[in-house]
């Protein structure tokens, strides 16, 4: 089985990849008049799976991540660095070697399957299968991510780079691309004045998906940054735009376009679970640590060309494809047909999935916002009330992407169009059905975290999820706080050094609870304020911490001693990371900058220190250089086990 089919599923990945001679996608205002069919079929898709499939169990424990990159080229002459927009051409060269690999009998471990992504610059990619329940497997995770690496080499010039950054610092200033390009604020997709129509991938999907969320919301979109207020830095600060705009806040920078969000690179986990329980359970458990492991892989302090007061691009990406009208977000009258929408089409989850002992309604004290008559036709079909809301609140959405050829479709072999609304409901945890008439089981996706410079601290945020989800399963873990509460940690997550400085909302009796005693009346479920070192290393009479669960259910599963060097070196890494005694990529950043001789401490990143931090950054992800204060101290050699 290919990851990439067990993450999105067979017919989803084989229909979208490519299309057929005659095949295009629709623009808004022929897509508009399908939305209702294509709901009306997607939930039909829905029930005829949860029909087939809602009593499967036994399904394997298989797991993988999926890695965004961008291609960057380094000019040292002229001490620039720009995003190259070649990324079609090296997937080209990168599949073509794909193939060669999986017929030459090449370990399966070392292999890697490439995707498109959004943007000209990006590559995405993947283990070619999917990890299992073995321990060793988690030893495979960072050398697959060390040949991703490799291989590319093959596919880029000698002054390239594939970097697992989050955020391009420059990402929308003038000539960040290589070939330059200037933005067409009066062109057919985007019409951004700031970021160029060729920074899209060119498959037709994503241009339409681009200029169907601007036609869609009447306008283009509005994402404003708090701005860092250096000891420099205008006050008020104002930004002198090529064409000013009411959407821009004064003390924020502006961005006005889908690339600037979905433009950065993020690394996701998606996990098989063995029933539809064991995956709902899941859900609702991981959906409470999603702030907690975001504040820990910031990576994103600067947008535009310019130091922001965040860490993270968590609400840059939700505005970037947030395509409410003016009366869904509550700025205009409601025209017919329309209701007003809390959110973004990306965000945080709006409701818990339950059906454990340890749910219970009082959690789910988000208003959120669903198709009634889709509700009850769910309920009347067999799922219960907390599921049929789920995907009831996901159909609020229309569909963005449907092409001429494929409105058509057989809803008893076909998810199609389920999953055309599905998957553009960018959450920050995803509840994924089986496709129809596949080996894949009911699965989620884990998917908040930002992606990491080294090979060696992706692979240990991968390693530590799972384990995670391990530890909850085993031990029957109950993270369970009021979704209002998680709501207010994705927020505080991202503030700057949120790490060091914040503080979130955590159940601190997540264990030896039994559901009699968790649902007793007047038992308080202990949504305490720690700090994001006394989650995940506990605090004495409080809490016992994340790390010290994963310790303890490895321990019960007496690993050998190499098994558990290496992935206590990932546990050690988080450990003290969440301690603060190693940085985040985000503060490694601001620290870099700060002391550049070339910044004036006006927030302002020009070419000269970006180019240098994407050179260290460059160094440090090739393992040229170790950063102590971003990796720790480099680690010794496993001692050999005692001999009698």
Not at 184 to 195: A, E, K
Not at 306 to 328: F, H, K, M, Q, Y
Request: hydrophobic letters at 40%; aromatic letters at 10%; a negative charge.
């Amino acid at each position: 089985l290919n990851y990439h089919e067990f993450s999105h599923g067979i017919l989803c990945v084989r229909k979208m990849a490519k299309l057929e001679v005659g095949d295009y996608p629709l623009p808004w205002a022929e897509v508009r008049p399908h939305a209702a069919y294509i709901k009306e079929h997607g939930i039909t898709q829905l029930i005829n799976i949860y029909h087939r499939l809602k009593d499967r169990t036994g399904d394997r424990l298989l797991w993988g991540d999926e890695i965004e990159y961008m291609v960057v080229k380094f000019d040292a002459e002229r001490k620039v660095a720009r995003l190259s927009l070649r990324s079609a051409e090296a997937l080209a060269v990168l599949v073509h070697q794909e193939e060669e690999l999986k017929h030459s009998g090449a370990d399966i471990a070392e292999q890697v399957t490439w995707h498109p992504e959004y943007a000209s610059y990006m590559l995405e990619a993947t283990p070619m299968a999917p990890y299992g329940a073995s321990l060793q497997d988690f030893l495979k995770v960072e050398p697959n991510m060390a040949a991703r690496r490799k291989l590319v080499r093959a596919a880029l010039h000698d002054d390239e780079a594939l970097m697992s950054i989050t955020n391009f610092p420059r990402l929308g200033c003038k000539d960040f691309t290589e070939p330059p390009v200037a933005p067409n604020p009066d062109g057919q997709v985007s019409q951004s004045q700031f970021l160029p129509d060729s920074i899209i991938n060119v498959h037709p999907r994503f241009p339409t998906l681009t200029a169907n969320i601007r036609r869609r919301r009447g306008s283009n979109v509005a994402i404003n940054v708090p701005i860092y207020k250096d000891t420099h830095t205008p006050s008020p600060f104002l930004e002198l735009l090529p064409r000013p705009t009411d959407a821009a806040l004064p003390e924020h920078i502006y961005m006005d376009a889908m690339g600037f969000g979905m433009g950065c690179c993020c690394l996701q986990v998606t996990f098989q679970a063995c029933s539809l329980s064991e995956a709902r359970y899941l859900y609702d458990q991981l959906a409470c640590i999603t702030p907690i492991v975001l504040a820990l892989s910031a990576g994103a302090p600067v947008f535009r060309g310019l130091l922001a007061d965040v860490d993270c691009r968590w609400n840059v990406i939700a505005g970037s494809v947030d395509d409410r009208t003016p009366g869904e977000r509550g700025r205009a009258p409601l025209a017919d047909g329309e209701r007003l929408i809390r959110k973004s089409r990306y965000d945080s989850i709006d409701s818990f999935l339950g059906g454990n002992p340890f749910f219970r309604d009082e959690y789910n004290d988000l208003p959120y916002e669903f198709d009634a008559d889709i509700c009850a036709r769910l309920e009347a079909n067999g799922l219960d009330t907390l599921l049929s809301r789920h995907f009831a609140h996901l159909f609020i959405r229309d569909p963005l992407v449907v092409y001429n050829n494929m409105l058509v479709q057989d809803d008893t072999v076909s998810s199609l169009h389920f999953e055309n609304i599905q998957s553009t409901n960018w959450q920050t945890m995803r509840f994924k059905p089986p496709p129809p008439d596949s080996p894949i089981g009911w699965r989620v996706e884990f998917r908040p975290t930002e992606v990491q410079l080294t090979d060696f601290e992706n692979a240990a945020y991968v390693v530590f999820v799972v384990l995670l989800t391990r530890a909850i399963l085993s031990t029957h873990l109950n993270f369970y706080i009021p979704l209002s509460k998680v709501d207010i940690n994705m927020q505080r997550a991202q503030q700057r050094d949120a790490v060091r400085q914040g503080r979130f909302f955590f159940r601190s009796d997540v264990c030896g609870c039994l559901p009699e005693v968790c649902h007793a009346e007047g038992h308080v479920h202990g949504a305490a304020e720690m700090t994001i070192n006394e989650i995940i290393n506990g605090k004495p009479g409080v809490f016992v911490g994340l790390i010290p669960l994963v310790r303890s259910y490895l321990a019960d599963i007496n690993p050998d001693l190499h098994t558990r060097f290496r992935i206590d070196r990932y546990l050690t890494l988080i450990s003290k990371r969440a301690a603060g005694e190693i940085q985040t990529a985000a503060m490694w950043m601001r620290d870099f900058i700060a002391a550049h001789p070339d910044y004036k401490h006006d927030s302002v990143i020009s070419d000269a220190v970006a180019f240098d931090l994407l050179s260290a950054a460059r160094d440090i992800s090739d393992g040229k250089v170790h950063c102590e204060a971003l990796l720790g101290p480099p680690p010794c050699a496993p001692q050999p086990p005692c001999t009698p």
